[in-house]
Nanobody, 119 residues
Framework: QVQLVESGGDLVQAGGSLRLSCVASGSMFSPNTMAWYRQAPGKQRELVAGITRSGSINYDDSVKGRFTISRDSAKNTVYLQMNSLKPEDTGVYYC?????????????WGQGTQVTVSS
């Protein structure tokens, strides 16, 4: 019943901006942690940014000062504002959510959204 619906991926030029959104649907799901990962071609998936319900945030060093993660807990939605994009930011961005589903702890992945930064 839980689905993570992502949007916002696009093709942009270096220096441009994008805003990614992810909505975790499912009335019984209450995510404590929501995060963004990315996977470049031929590389391992890596954490970009994460945020907890209480507001604790962490970023990968490569995006600090350029990306901003935020969330609307009431809507189970997480955002990633990406500024000053670089070609190295290119990859498939995946939304991840972990928390309580009914009486259980569960985590879910989105389908991914493509971000391509051209030089």
């Amino acid at each position: 019943q839980v689905q993570l619906v992502e949007s916002g991926g696009d093709l942009v030029q270096a220096g441009g901006s994008l805003r990614l959104s992810c909505v975790a649907s499912g009335s019984m799901f209450s995510p404590n942690t929501m995060a963004w990962y990315r996977q470049a071609p031929g590389k391992q998936r890596e954490l970009v940014a994460g945020i907890t319900r209480s507001g604790s945030i962490n970023y990968d060093d490569s995006v600090k000062g350029r990306f901003t993660i935020s969330r609307d807990s009431a809507k189970n939605t997480v955002y990633l504002q990406m500024n000053s994009l670089k070609p190295e930011d290119t990859g498939v961005y995946y939304c991840h959510a972990g928390g309580i589903y009914g009486l259980y702890l569960r985590d879910y992945w989105g389908q991914g959204t493509q971000v391509t930064v051209s030089s």
